[in-house]
Each structure stands twice: as C-alpha cells, then as structure tokens.
C-alpha cells in the first residue's frame, strides 16, 4: 500500500525558512519522479518543484532561487527547502508521486508577520 507522509510545515515569518519532508511508502523509491504541489485557497493546485528518478530537477519560476528540492533514496525521503519565504507562498503542499498519481495529505504552510 503506497503511503506519503508530509511534515515540516508551519507558521513562519517573510523572509523566513522551512523544510518539508515527504516520507513514501509502498513504491519503489529510487525508480520514482516525486514532486511538491501546494494549494492556497480558492486557488488551483500548482506545481512548485520535481525531483526526478535521475537525479535531474525543475522548479516553477515563481520558486527559482529560493526552493530546493532534493531526495534522500536510502531513506525514501523527497525534502523541499523553502528560503526567503513570502506572504503568498502560503498554501497546503503536497508530496506527489508521478507515475501512480498519488498524493500525500499534504503540510500547511503560513507565511505571515
């Protein structure tokens, strides 16, 4: 049975940093593209960043230069480092797993003073 496991969100400061981990179970880890989405409210989920299987990355351009994301395949972990945080970077994020369409329950994320 696949299971994700968000955690590491909550209320930060702009300018702020926080890191989300997703913990999978059930897949093969190593073989899988995973990526964080979030989702704000009364807005569409949007995509932010994808670790894939090869090791390669792509961001949005509204994250560029201040999140990174990156997998530990030994600890079947996808990490989201999130730096320079803004007002409108709050939202729920979500771990998400390409090739079975699986999310994670997702971490809420607030950015505000």
């Known amino acids: 049975q696949v299971q994700l496991v968000e955690s590491g969100g909550g209320l930060v400061q702009p300018g702020g940093s926080l890191r989300l981990s997703c913990v999978a179970s059930?897949?093969?880890?190593?073989?899988?593209?995973l990526a964080w989405y979030r989702q704000a409210p009364g807005k569409q989920r949007e995509f932010i960043a994808r670790s894939n299987s090869g090791g390669s990355t792509n961001y949005a351009d509204s994250v560029k230069g201040r999140f990174t994301i990156s997998r530990d395949n030994a600890k079947n972990t996808v990490y989201l480092q999130m730096n320079s945080l803004k007002p409108e970077d709050t939202a729920v994020y979500f771990c998400h797993v390409d090739f079975i369409d699986y999310w994670g329950q997702g971490t809420q994320v607030t950015v505000s003073s």
């Open positions: 059930g897949i093969l880890f190593r073989f899988n593209g």
